[in-house]
């Protein structure tokens, strides 16, 4: 069974950094892709980057391109957040899956529990 742990979420300003990191573990082949999501109290969870761990091929929402940068090395997938804004604030998760063209929820079959991010202005 493919786990999934997220670390590095903390409290920051508007304009600063945060690198979250998420250590997969569990699997016998490492899962074909990668993604970052985000839940916002009363929205629905966003897929906001994600990496296909054979090609490097990356992928981003509209919201973050140009501001976050998803990478891979080894069994740790990372998301460096720079430029960060209050409407980041989220709870951030880790979920992989097998290989597809988009970012949404059922893309994904495996989940870690979250690390929170929180921008004040």
């Known amino acids: 069974q493919v786990q999934l742990a997220e670390s590095g979420g903390g409290a920051v300003q508007a304009g600063g950094s945060l690198s979250l990191s998420c250590v997969v573990s569990?699997?016998?082949?490492?899962?074909?892709?990668v993604g970052w999501f985000r839940q916002a109290p009363g929205k629905e969870r966003e897929g906001i980057a994600a990496i296909a761990t054979g090609s490097g091929s990356t992928l981003y929402s509209d919201s973050v391109k140009g501001r976050f940068t998803i990478s891979q090395d080894n069994a740790k997938v990372y998301l460096l957040m720079n430029s960060l804004k209050p409407e980041d604030t989220a709870m951030y998760y880790c979920?992989?899956?097998?290989?597809?063209?988009?970012?949404?929820?059922?893309?994904?079959?495996?989940w870690g529990h979250g690390t929170q991010v929180t921008v004040s202005s």
């Open positions: 569990g699997y016998d082949y490492f899962p074909s892709r």
């Open positions: 979920a992989a899956g097998p290989p597809s063209q988009t970012m949404t929820y059922e893309d994904f079959y495996y």
